[in-house]
């Protein structure tokens, strides 16, 4: 019988995050028999996908931090489900400037990713070919637009069939100024004119997940309690349409990924302080399934 393993990103710990020792780390879905299945990654893992055919584990790897924020140096890598022949598909500093939360679209073949200070919504191939940017909120080259908070795209979806990308701009930390919009698949045009904002004020958005099933966007928001440091949910809107979230999950510490197990009707949750968690799809019955784990990141499920 398939068991339900979770990966975990853990961008290592270290008063220089330049020399910090990520690691991708897996386990069962209670927690149990973790070990370390990826050492030695040191550009800021952040976010992370299994592919359907159980054959790849992606993830996206932000770079470096300057004086001046973060370098040009992000990258995406790829490695075999059990950890072996780890490659870079994307290398540093040429096709993505600091990647985050990334997903892939099954049918098309396709890796979608946001690119926070590159203030972009890409994609590639599963190869790292083909690169293209779908949304474009500013100039990578302009200084002043990287460090423009309202700029940066950080959490993504895809929903192939009705032909929508969904993406989170965070705002300021803790600002109150976060969004979650959606363009169709093949861009949002020239000028943005494809855009749809489903949310605006939110305390600070940060990754998404979909349950296109039942018709519900998740996402997380680290923003400032009581209506950040949660996990909310709401039905996806039609267009046009405005609809109203829950939150599900309150007081984690600085939330950051979300992963949804359908077949099992169950989230699963990362803070950056190092929890991990999980909770029914309406946020009952919430366990700690390890409370510090490092500094955390992502998270992807596979039945195996």
């Not at 990826?38 to 931090?65: C, E």
């Not at 908070?149 to 929903?159: F, P, S």
């Not at 366990?287 to 596979?302: E, N």
């Amino acid at each position: 019988m398939a068991q339900t393993l979770l990966y975990i990103l853990d961008q290592g710990t270290s008063d220089d995050r330049n020399t910090a020792d990520g690691r991708i780390f897996t386990c069962l879905s209670d927690g149990t028999q973790g070990r370390d299945l990826v050492t030695g990654l040191r550009s800021a893992p952040d976010g992370i996908a299994v592919s359907a055919d159980h054959k790849y584990i992606f993830w996206t790897n932000m770079g470096h931090p300057g004086p001046d924020g973060w370098t040009n140096t992000g990258s995406i890598q790829r490695c075999d489900v059990d950890g072996k022949n780890v490659i870079t598909i994307i290398e540093p500093g040429t096709k993505t400037h600091t990647p985050k939360q990334l997903t892939i679209a099954e049918k098309s073949r396709k890796l979608y990713w946001c690119d926070r200070e590159g203030m972009r919504v890409m994609r590639s191939d599963l190869d790292g070919g083909n690169v293209e940017t779908l949304v474009r909120n500013g100039d990578v080259e302009n200084k002043e637009h990287r460090a423009d908070y309202l700029r940066w795209c950080v959490g993504i979806q895809v929903d192939e069939e009705a032909g929508y990308v969904y993406w989170t701009q965070k705002g300021p930390p803790k600002g109150g100024k976060g969004k979650i919009l959606r363009c169709p698949i093949d861009g949002a045009g020239t000028a943005g004119e494809n855009t749809e904002v489903l949310f605006d004020h939110l305390p600070e958005p940060i990754d998404l997940s979909l349950d296109l099933a039942e018709g519900w966007l998740y996402w997380t928001d680290r923003g400032d309690i009581p209506l950040g440091n949660t996990v909310n949910r709401s039905k996806i809107p039609k267009k046009g349409e405005k609809t109203n979230h829950e939150i599900l999950v309150r007081k984690l510490h600085e939330g950051i990924g979300l992963e949804l197990d359908i077949k099992n009707r169950s989230m699963y949750i990362t803070d950056l302080l190092g929890g991990i968690y999980r909770a029914n799809l309406d946020g009952s019955d919430e366990k700690v399934l390890i409370p510090d784990l490092g500094t955390v990141t992502g998270i992807a499920i596979a039945y195996l």
